[in-house]
Nanobody, 132 residues
Framework: VRLVESGGGLVQPGGSLRLSCATS????????IGWIRQAPGKGREPVAC??????????????YYRDSVRGRFAISTDMTKKTVLLDMRALKPEDTGTYYC????????????????????WGQGTQVTVSS
């Protein structure tokens, strides 16, 4: 599995940004692609996740959002269904951090999107800075 993020940058508070995660090597079923961020000096926290129980991602798949981003961030796929997008709006300075794309496999009882240790593969990250 290979994940490559892009789309980060500097944006003013209240602005918008779109991140992309190009995926390759996805196989099988019951996996999820998530976005996990890490603010300076803090641990990694998943912010959004797209879960599929078949062999490809879809905008109809169940999603997870962290409370602090729900209503402002939206996770989706593009037409190829191999790129996972994160549309971020109404950005705040506290959204600043390195955003990683991660892959996880469904657990026995739960998906585990909200747990950073559940992600098996990671991209290299893309920096998002929200500042005036």
């Amino acid at each position: 599995v290979r994940l490559v993020e892009s789309g980060g940058g500097l944006v003013q508070p209240g602005g918008s940004l779109r991140l992309s995660c190009a995926t390759s090597g996805l196989k099988g079923t019951d996996y999820a692609i998530g976005w996990i961020r890490q603010a300076p000096g803090k641990g990694r926290e998943p912010v959004a996740c797209l879960m599929t129980d078949d062999d490809s991602l879809s905008d109809d798949d169940p999603t997870y959002y962290r409370d602090s981003v729900r209503g402002r961030f939206a996770i989706s796929t593009d037409m190829t269904k191999k790129t996972v997008l994160l549309d971020m709006r109404a950005l705040k300075p506290e959204d600043t951090g390195t955003y990683y794309c991660g892959y996880l496999e469904k657990g026995i009882y739960t998906w585990g999107c909200e747990e950073p240790y559940r992600y098996k593969y990671w991209g290299q990250g893309t920096q998002v800075t929200v500042s005036s």
